[in-house]
């Protein structure tokens, strides 16, 4: 057990191991550049599940993965044993309590470690959710749980290009509303273990200004209109590349070359075209008019939960607070500011 013991407190073995990952972690950056579409699904799934279902099919590819995974709790076990041996013989020479502070800056990288490791192991991850101003979507793996885009701020530089983006949300369970937050760029919101991330911003078409009969009405794709007479209206699909082949409308491609929509009334329906203001039709004896389009914001997220996120915020906390008296509080023997006298 002694054996073990100093074999894990060795410094030449944190330098072998350091060393050791640098090469790995070269080589699977090589591999990362000459396969980039296989390990960009690879950032999006959980890694410890990936590799055991997936990874030996691909040794290749992922073995550098395995060797990591290795060295690095090769590396964890030897942080452990080193600190433990240096704490234990602190307390027992009876050292000033400043000679801690290297240790704690050990115990932070070991926390954000175990955080790291329970992230690799559960949690989800999810990309590409749009979401529309005033509308909500689902969170996944999360029963009642929705969240809502209440709005995004976006700061521009004199050159136009985006200096701050802040993505403005609510999170409601069962119908209510239970956290209102901002999600930047580099700040996501962050809710028992969920944490959503800001991807893209824009805005897009969300509904038509039509005159109808010379009545301006805005109506939004998913409500229809009703007319001051009560008649009324609602939209039907959108066909991005309009044909029409034995009365039937169908689109020729995915492409939005002619797009056209179509919109129903009391059985009867009718196709107006989407190109530009002006485009008319008529339907159950009104003219409608294409005025304009109705726009709204949208952002897009990234969902993700990562069960050690609060471990690896807490140890990343730890270690620059260790930092901090290791470089500035350490007496005689601080790194950036010398006791004069």
């Known amino acids: 057990m002694k054996t073990i013991w100093k074999f894990f407190s060795s410094v030449y073995l944190t330098v072998a191991l350091a060393a050791l990952v640098c090469i790995d972690a070269a080589w699977g950056s090589m591999l990362a550049m000459k396969y980039p579409q296989f390990f960009r699904n690879l950032d999006q799934a959980i890694l410890l599940p990936w590799l055991s279902s997936k990874g030996p099919g691909y040794l290749p590819l992922t073995l550098w993965i395995y060797v990591l995974v290795l060295l690095v709790a090769l590396f964890a076990v030897n942080t452990a044993v080193c600190t433990a041996d240096r704490i234990y013989a602190i307390i027992k020479a009876h050292r000033p309590w400043q000679s801690f502070f290297p240790h704690l800056v050990h115990i932070g990288f070991f926390i954000a470690l175990l955080g790291h490791l329970a992230g690799s192991v559960g949690g989800f991850r999810s990309y590409g959710h749009m979401v529309f101003k005033g509308d909500s979507i689902p969170v996944p793996e999360s029963n009642g749980l929705y969240l ?95 044909a029409i082949e034995e009365g039937e ?92 006298g």
């Open 249 to 340: 409308p169908f689109s020729r491609s995915n492409e939005l070359r002619n797009p056209y929509i179509e919109i129903r009334s009391g059985g009867e329906r009718a196709f107006l075209d989407l190109n530009g203001s002006g485009a008319r039709t008529r339907l159950g004896g009104k003219e409608i008019r294409l005025e304009d389009f109705v726009m709204t914001d949208y952002a897009v997220l990234a969902i993700n939960k990562d069960p050690g996120i609060w471990l690896i915020i807490a140890g990343s906390s730890v270690l620059v607070i260790g930092m901090l008296l290791l470089l500035f509080f350490r007496g005689g023997r601080a790194e950036l500011v010398r006791q004069k």
């Open 148 to 242: 809502r885009l209440d709005g995004v701020k976006v700061k521009q530089t004199p050159e136009g290009e985006p200096e701050e983006i802040k993505t403005g949300v609510t999170l409601l369970k069962d119908g209510s509303e239970i956290l209102s937050d901002t999600i930047e760029i580099n700040g996501p919101l962050i809710y028992k273990g969920i944490a959503f991330y800001h991807l893209d911003q824009g805005s897009s078409p969300a509904g038509l200004v039509l005159g109808v009969d010379g009545e301006v009405i805005e109506a939004k794709f998913e409500e229809g209109f009703r007319t001051k007479d009560g008649t009324g209206f609602r939209f039907g699909p959108i066909y991005p590349d309009f």
